[in-house]
């Protein structure tokens, strides 16, 4: 559980120098420095709602507890899908058979239909 607590990233250091050693304009230092820690902020926020999954100690289960589980979840799906099969509307009336030969066939002219 200390490795899930872990920070992922570490505190910044607000003293530290800039990289190789180059100096920043006395003007924008507030600014910068505004936004670095608004970024740093975000970063560290960030990292402490990370859950470290791969610190998580993965519990094996027994053969004989997963066929249980197994028995017990193919009970439960059999009676959610009698539930479901019952609450369902009747099929529509089916006029025919074979509905792909009268899809296929040519189409009724408009006088027929219009009469």
């Keep these: 559980e200390g490795e899930e607590r872990k920070p992922l ?3 910044p250091n607000p003293d530290s120098k800039p990289p190789n050693g180059t ?9 910068t420095r505004t936004d670095e820690q608004a970024l740093l ?7 402490q709602n990370i859950i ?4 998580a100690d993965s519990q094996g289960m027994e ?14 799906l059999a009676v959610l899908s009698s539930t479901l099969s ?8 089916s006029l025919t058979s074979q509905p792909h030969q009268v899809l296929a066939s040519e ?9």
């Design 41 to 47: 902020s975000i970063i560290n926020k960030t990292a």
């Design 52 to 55: 470290d999954v791969s610190a």
């Design 9 to 11: 990233i570490p505190h």
């Design 86 to 93: 019952q609450k369902k509307p009747p099929p529509l009336p």
């Design 107 to 115: 189409l009724v002219p408009n006088s027929d239909i219009q009469q």
């Design 23 to 31: 100096e920043r304009n006395p003007a924008n230092i507030s600014s």
């Design 63 to 76: 053969q004989h507890e997963y066929m249980d589980k197994a028995r017990q979840y193919s009970t439960k």
